[in-house]
């Protein structure tokens, strides 16, 4: 266990379904991150919260909306997914400012999302 | 924009044998972070180790160490005494050390351990 939690693990929606995914930290930590993993390909940052702040949205379409209440939540509301959205979508967290020095993430063991 | 290259899909050791995953990388910046993370079948992304760019010793923890060549942008994982719970996908990555740096992965190897 790395300290980070994530519900639900499996999830099955359809496109016109609205879902939401939570992840939820007990490191102490003050920046989260949701990525998404796809078959064959790299992991994709999608958002970033800094603080409670999102300092990073890497042209995540708006059927995705993440947010973080506080520094130890993080959400992602899904609705009108599509299909090709179904993978497996990790959050992380870290210390404090993303990028700082010595700052490593800590991942959960992700929530696996199936659109039909 | 920085990229990392895992470009071995998957590998094969002997349990207790020795294994070497390799990653390279393109960045125009001195000084960075590396990583290696593992992915076993459950899921959980789990950090194995981290190098930083300006230390010249390699980093070691317990039966895993990295050979890093700063100056060929390369970054291997070596497995020593290998088990069967070492199974698993194995991600390199990359991050710099500026405000709001991201991690950049590679797309991953699947190690297999036979017994």
């Known amino acids: 266990e790395t300290g980070v939690t994530q519900t639900p693990r499996h999830l099955v929606m359809g496109m016109t379904n609205k879902k939401s995914l939570k992840c939820e930290q007990h490191?102490?930590?003050?920046?989260m991150y949701w990525y998404k993993q796809s078959a064959k390909k790299p992991l994709e940052l999608m958002f970033v919260?800094?603080?409670?702040?999102?300092?990073e949205n890497n042209s995540v379409p708006s059927r995705f909306s993440p947010e973080c209440p506080n520094s130890s939540h993080l959400f992602l509301h899904l609705h009108t997914l599509q299909p090709e959205d179904s993978a497996l979508y990790l959050c992380?967290?870290?210390?404090?400012?993303?990028?700082?020095?010595?700052?490593?993430?800590?991942f959960g063991p992700g929530t696996r999302l199936t659109v039909l | 924009a920085q990229t990392v290259t895992q470009s071995q899909p998957e590998m094969s050791v002997q349990e207790a044998e020795t294994v070497t995953l390799s990653c390279t990388y393109d960045?125009?910046?001195?000084?960075?972070?590396l990583f290696w993370y593992k992915q076993p079948p459950s899921r959980q992304m789990i950090l194995v180790i981290r190098?930083?760019?300006?230390?010249?010793q390699n980093a070691t923890e317990n039966r895993f160490s990295v050979n890093f060549q700063k100056a060929a942008k390369s970054f291997s994982l070596k497995i020593s005494d290998s088990q069967l719970g070492d199974a698993a996908m194995y991600f390199c990555?990359?991050?710099?050390?500026?405000?709001?740096?991201?991690?950049?992965f590679g797309k991953g190897i699947t190690l297999s351990v036979r017994p």
């Open positions: 992380a967290s870290s210390h404090g400012l993303a990028g700082a020095r010595g700052d490593t993430q800590y």
């Open positions: 960045t125009s910046e001195s000084d960075y972070y």
């Open positions: 190098q930083e760019a300006y230390k010249q």
């Open positions: 919260y800094n603080f409670k702040e999102q300092t």
């Open positions: 990555a990359y991050r710099s050390t500026g405000a709001n740096s991201k991690l950049t």
């Open positions: 490191l102490g930590h003050n920046a």
